[in-house]
């Protein structure tokens, strides 16, 4: 069974750290005043505005801002303030001795996905896959629905039906992130665990054939195979090559599951998009694929 982090409560600390990207601070200034306004307090990593080349610092720096964090006890939850590329960089060094025994809530998306499957298979502790700070302002909804999440009130999602789904209803543990992530960390010490498991996958920016190549990288090392229900949020600005690959992202997807016999739902409103709502990955939720809607409660 995973251990869900305690539930934030007012007056409690939040930290910011970029483990990844580069941000200014301009770019933190409403999700910071939007989280006073929930009654949390935002810490701020030492190192969260240096800049070196395209990331937040350092390798040593990054690592640095989320160990401190993670060590401390006060800290009830650690907010990553963008993604990009870097965690993947950062993430053997990081010591989760003090994270295991003093669970705390780690919360992003994208490149965060590393964060997730790591803590994930490595440690079995609950975490927030929701918009990062740097998104705060794109959709009111995204950003209620992490506040909703990190105070443990309760989660339900409806999405309107797509023609590319297949019915069933599950209910097991959500595991997942960004494709190019699960991809990347496919064979490593951080390598998702998906047998019996609702998996979510989300992706930007990506060429169609590397979505089927990824897609054929899981179904390969048999993760498609178990699964108790595919979620499939965003799959936005895909890319093609002058002679076109023939498919959707959708249809690349599907190709690849429609033998199994569990509920697939598309277009979930996750991921690199205007609207991000909150999943918490680790936890136990219940998928229902009908004619007419798709219901998930968290």
Known sequence: MNIVPPYLKPGDKVGIVAPARKVIA??????????????????????????????????QERVSDFQQMLNNPSIKAIIAARGGYGTLQIIDELDFSLFQKNPKWIVGYSDITVLHSHIHSQYKVATLHATMPINFTKDEESTQSLRRALFGESLKYEV???????????????????LSILYALNGSVSDIHTDGKILFIEDLDEYLYHIDRMMMSLERSGK????????????NDMKDN???????????????????????????PAGHDRKNVALIFGKEVKLEVTDSVTVLSI
Request: aromatic share 10%; proline share 3%; glycine share 10%.
């Open 160 to 178: 309107e039906k797509n023609e590319l789904n297949k019915k069933g209803q599950a209910t097991e543990i959500l595991v997942g992130g960004n």
């Open 242 to 268: 002058a002679v076109p690959f023939g498919k959707t992202a959708e249809e690349i997807i599907l190709e690849k599951v429609k033998k199994y016999n569990y509920p697939v739902c598309f277009n979930f």
């Open 224 to 235: 498609l195979k178990n699964l108790a229900g595919l979620i499939v949020g965003g799959m």
């Open 26 to 59: 301009s770019e933190m200034e409403y999700a910071i005043q939007t989280l006073i306004h929930w009654n949390l307090v935002p810490v701020l990593g030492d190192n969260l505005y240096k800049q070196f080349h395209q990331f937040s610092g350092t390798q």
